[in-house]
């Protein structure tokens, strides 16, 4: 049977209902919400509103989260990887009005991130058991949880349920983000260090839950290149023997034009610094394990059609498989 497996970064995908943030600290006037916006209270009312860093989080825009929808129905794949979302709820949402109920399976467990931004699997294919692993730990910091987000385990069956097909092990690793006020290569150093220490967890983890002959695959945005020192715990272990499954990806369409051009195809994430060439980078990875390396067929990436993004600033990726 064929089966594609794709990852993407839905970038930001929060639902119209702010569900978190105690109300209180509206009553109290302890916010930085939009002083236009009036709450009233009756007997026994109780809300629950969104806010990160004092501010009310917004829903991604209807016409965003359209775009996201067409590119996910235009790639048509069976088991689809996804990061950014806010929670199990807004995922389903997603599926079932925007995307018309096109994935009857949805999971998402929810993760440490304080945005609330989680991580989720939607598939065709029936799934099997599902694990969090967000409680792992680093043995250099046993005290400090070592996803920002998680890392899902995800089983992947076949239609008559009597087979595992895959397992796929969904990230969304330490991004390179420094806040404004922190000391920018101070950040940048730690930042890099989470991405390596998360690396060797999850080389370890992956390692514990499979055998030699397994067939998995390590997917997710990784806010790394392919080659990056901090992603090499997993990426180059011999143990594991993981292939890169996008090394050689075929285009949905030719990128934007742009000066310098991309030096490759095998890119899903451009960024620019003010007066500064784009940088482009293939972020959103899927690394697939000997076994499954042996079923691939194809790799695709969905090219965006403008420098910003189609409703997202990543770029969809997947390969087919034949099994």
Not at 111 to 131: H, T
Not at 204 to 214: E, G, L, W
Not at 263 to 270: G, L, M, V, Y
Request: hydrophobic letters at 35%; aromatic letters at 8%.
């Amino acid at each position: 049977m064929r089966v594609k497996l794709g990852t993407f970064n839905l970038n930001n995908l929060f639902s119209r209902y702010n569900f978190k943030g105690e109300i209180d600290a509206v009553k109290q006037d302890d916010t930085g919400v939009d002083s236009q916006l009036t709450y009233e209270f009756g007997p026994g009312s109780f809300y629950k509103i969104r806010t990160y860093k004092g501010k009310l989080v917004q829903a991604k825009k209807p016409a965003e989260s359209q775009k996201i929808a067409d590119r996910i129905a235009n790639m048509d794949v069976d088991v689809l990887a996804v990061q950014e979302v806010e929670d199990i709820d807004t995922l389903r949402q997603f599926n079932r009005e925007t995307l018309g109920g096109l994935y009857p399976h949805c999971v998402l467990i929810e993760g440490n991130d304080p945005r609330l931004i989680d991580i989720g699997v939607l598939s065709k294919l029936p799934l099997g058991a599902m694990s969090s692993w967000q409680a792992a730990v680093h043995p250099d910091d046993p005290t400090r949880l070592i996803f920002g987000r998680d890392l899902l385990e995800v089983q992947v069956l076949n239609p008559a349920r009597t087979r595992l097909l895959f397992t796929v092990f969904n990230n969304h690793l330490k991004s390179h983000y420094v806040d404004w006020r922190d000391d920018p290569v101070a950040g940048q150093k730690a930042n890099d260090e989470r991405r390596l220490r998360q690396a060797q967890v999850i080389a370890d983890i992956v390692k514990q839950r499979t055998r030699p002959n397994s067939r998995y695959a390590i997917v997710g945005d990784m806010n790394d290149p392919v080659g990056s020192q901090c992603l090499s715990a997993f990426t180059q272990d011999k143990e594991l023997g993981l292939v890169d499954a996008l090394a050689d990806p075929q285009e949905t369409r030719p990128p934007k034009d742009d000066t310098p051009p991309p030096a490759t195809r095998a890119w899903t994430h451009r960024y620019k610094r003010s007066g500064q060439p784009a940088e482009y980078e293939l972020y959103d990875q899927i690394w697939v394990s000997e076994g499954l390396a042996a079923k691939q067929t194809e790799a695709w990436i969905d090219r965006r059609t403008k420098h910003g993004g189609d409703g997202s600033d990543h770029d969809p990726a997947w390969i087919t498989l034949e099994l």
